[in-house]
């Protein structure tokens, strides 16, 4: 079974800053998909960001970026230029290619943008 | 708007009681998922219906019930066997179908309280 893990339960960054929220994952596939979810305080999920492992290439949406080691197991997420609407709860999440895209979900990390 | 629904918000139930949440999508996607939030932890997954007529047990599905009669709607049920069924319930939904990407789109949410 697949596993996800969040190490960061909460993190903060200044308005304008740079920061980035870890997660590493378990699988014996070898083709697979990652995505990075946000959940503000309304609570309504948001996809983030995608990454196909099959792609060495990162991600990049806007000031959204990741950091895929596919040998190292590890996908973390930069926000660049922080604002005070990324304020939320961000989750990692794994889709193992052959899952019919169920997802495994890290346990999430809390960011406070502080003005 | 395409998008998905769910009702109520907010529901309240006396323990012994059966409840069942409602999810609708008009994205005129083929999977759907049931997923259960608890505070300051991830999301579990519930049930999935990849088709019409044909779903799958996720990683929690004691004490809850699903069925799949339309392809735009899939209720789920919380039985008086559910233990703690107070939580955070999220339903989701995706194109489906096995390989390639498969994001996944949230509805906004119900909010399960017993009394």
């Known amino acids: 079974a697949q596993t996800v893990t969040q190490s960061q339960p909460e993190m903060s960054v200044q308005e304008a800053e740079t920061v980035t929220l870890s997660c590493t994952y378990d699988t014996s596939e070898s083709n697979y998909y990652l995505f990075w979810y946000k959940q503000p305080p309304s609570r309504q999920m948001i996809l983030v960001i995608r990454?196909?492992?099959?792609?060495?290439q990162n991600a990049t949406e806007n000031r959204f970026s990741v950091n895929f080691q596919k040998a190292a197991k590890s996908f973390s997420l930069k926000i660049s230029d922080s604002q005070l609407g990324d304020t939320a709860m961000y989750f990692c999440a794994f889709d193992g290619g052959t899952s019919y895209g169920k997802l495994t979900f890290g346990q999430g990390t809390i960011l406070t943008v502080h003005p | 708007d395409g998008g998905i629904t769910q009702s109520p918000k907010y529901l309240f139930r006396k323990e012994g009681q059966n409840v069942t949440l409602s999810c609708e999508q008009n994205l005129n996607h083929d999977a759907m998922y049931w997923y259960r939030q608890d505070p300051g932890q991830g999301l579990r997954l519930i049930y999935y219906?990849?088709?019409?007529?044909?779903?799958q047990k996720g990683d929690i599905a004691e004490g809850y019930s699903v069925s799949r009669e339309k392809k735009e709607s899939f209720p789920l049920t919380v039985t008086s066997a559910q233990k703690n069924p107070t939580a955070f319930y999220l339903c989701?939904?995706?194109?489906?179908?096995?390989?390639?990407?498969?994001?996944?789109?949230f509805g906004p949410g119900t909010r399960l309280t017993v009394l």
């Open positions: 989701a939904s995706s194109p489906g179908g096995q390989g390639g990407i498969n994001e996944q789109f």
């Open positions: 990454q196909e492992a099959y792609k060495q």
């Open positions: 219906s990849q088709i019409v007529n044909d779903f």
